[in-house]
C-alpha cells in the first residue's frame, strides 16, 4: 500500500507535468504582435525526389528554382525548372560536407550565384547559377554557443 501510495504520486507528478506542458505549448500558439496570420491557397502540388534531404530552397532572379540537399555522401546543389520541375542541372558536393542552407543572390557584376552553407564544417561554397560550377569556397564561424553549426542563409539585396 505505500508503494501504490508513492506510484500514484508519481503518477500524479507525471500527469501535472504534462498538462503544465500542453498549457505551455498553447500558450507559445497563441498569435503576438509579430505573428503573421492568413490564409493561403494551394495552387499546385508536384512531385519531388522522395531520397533528396532538402535543406536550402529559393528563386533565383532568373525564374529557376535553386535547391541543396544534405546528407554526408549524398548532397547536392540543383538547378531545377519552375515549369516542369524537372532537374535541369545536379552536382554532387565534396563528400566531406553535408549541404544546408543556400540561397540565390546577384553579385556586383550582375552574374547570378549560389552561396551554399554546410552543417559542421564551416565551409561555403559559392556556385555559378547557371552553370553549377564552384567558384569559391570560403570559411566562417558562427556561435560556439549552438555548436558553430550553419543551418540556414538568406540574401537582402
Same mark, same amino acid.
Given at each position: 500500500?505505500?508503494?501504490?501510495?508513492?506510484?500514484?504520486?508519481?503518477?500524479?507528478?507525471?500527469?501535472?507535468?504534462?498538462?503544465?506542458?500542453?498549457?505551455?505549448?498553447?500558450?507559445?500558439?497563441?498569435?503576438?504582435?509579430?505573428? !503573421?496570420?492568413?490564409?493561403?491557397?494551394? &495552387?499546385?502540388?508536384?512531385?519531388?525526389?522522395?531520397? %533528396?534531404?532538402?535543406?536550402? &530552397? %529559393?528563386?533565383?532572379?532568373?525564374?529557376? !528554382?535553386?535547391?541543396?540537399?544534405?546528407?554526408?555522401?549524398?548532397?547536392?546543389?540543383?538547378?531545377?525548372?519552375?515549369?516542369?520541375?524537372?532537374?535541369?542541372?545536379?552536382?554532387?558536393?565534396? %563528400?566531406?560536407?553535408?549541404?544546408?542552407?543556400?540561397?540565390?543572390?546577384?553579385?556586383?557584376?550582375?552574374?547570378?550565384? &549560389? !552561396?551554399?552553407?554546410?552543417?559542421?564544417?564551416?565551409?561555403?561554397? !559559392?556556385?555559378?547559377?547557371?552553370? &553549377?560550377?564552384?567558384?569559391?569556397?570560403?570559411?566562417? %564561424?558562427?556561435?560556439?554557443?549552438?555548436?558553430?553549426?550553419?543551418?540556414?542563409?538568406?540574401?537582402?539585396?
Amino acid at each position: 500500500p505505500e508503494q501504490d501510495v508513492d506510484e500514484n504520486d508519481k503518477v500524479q507528478e507525471l500527469e501535472q507535468h504534462a498538462v503544465d506542458v500542453v498549457e505551455k505549448e498553447e500558450r507559445i500558439q497563441e498569435p503576438t504582435q509579430n505573428t !503573421i496570420v492568413g490564409t493561403f491557397s494551394v &495552387l499546385q502540388q508536384v512531385g519531388h525526389d522522395e531520397t %533528396s534531404f532538402t535543406q536550402g &530552397l %529559393s528563386i533565383g532572379a532568373d525564374g529557376m !528554382i535553386y535547391e541543396t540537399t544534405g546528407l554526408y555522401g549524398q548532397s547536392k546543389v540543383r538547378r531545377i525548372n519552375p515549369d516542369t520541375f524537372q532537374v535541369e542541372k545536379s552536382i554532387d558536393m565534396d %563528400s566531406t560536407f553535408f549541404g544546408e542552407g543556400s540561397t540565390f543572390y546577384t553579385d556586383a557584376d550582375g552574374n547570378g550565384r &549560389l !552561396i551554399v552553407i554546410t552543417w559542421k564544417e564551416r565551409t561555403g561554397i !559559392i556556385y555559378d547559377s547557371e552553370t &553549377l560550377e564552384q567558384l569559391r569556397v570560403f570559411k566562417y %564561424s558562427t556561435t560556439k554557443r549552438r555548436g558553430n553549426e550553419g543551418w540556414g542563409i538568406t540574401y537582402d539585396p
